[in-house]
Nanobody, 122 residues
Framework: QVQLVESGGGLVQAGGSLRLSCAAS????????MAWFRQVPGKEREFVAA?????DYADSVKGRFTISRDNAKNTVYLQMNSLRPEDTAEYYC??????????????????WGQGTQVTVSS
């Protein structure tokens, strides 16, 4: 059983930066992957970034967002720079404990945080 808690969301002006954190607790394995997704009303939950032995980014955020992991703190971060109004969404942290090559679909993940709202003003 894995528990995920996101933090760091809020309101930021376009062009600004924000860092999200996802603290994980419970049982984990070395092959686990963690990811960030985002969702806006009326749209499907969208892959943002993932980290396991490699990192993976959606084209829409590549070069602007960075996913990283602090193993000592069992925490994953999403550094978001050059934010745009279209980045506004509810951001969710996700995890899976089994190996899968480059998981990008919500169904690939077994555990989810409660979400944190990111709003980028123009």
């Amino acid at each position: 059983q894995v528990q995920l808690v996101e933090s760091g969301g809020g309101l930021v002006q376009a062009g600004g930066s924000l860092r999200l954190s996802c603290a994980a607790s419970g049982r984990t394995v070395s092959s686990s992957a963690m990811a960030w997704f985002r969702q806006v009303p009326g749209k499907e939950r969208e892959f943002v970034a993932a980290i396991s032995s490699n990192t993976d980014y959606a084209d829409s955020v590549k070069g602007r967002f960075t996913i990283s992991r602090d193993n000592a703190k069992n925490t994953v971060y999403l550094q978001m720079n050059s934010l745009r109004p279209e980045d506004t969404a509810e951001y969710y942290c996700a995890a899976r404990t089994g190996w899968l090559l480059r998981p990008r679909s919500p169904g690939d993940y077994n555990y989810w945080g409660q979400g944190t709202q990111v709003t980028v003003s123009s």
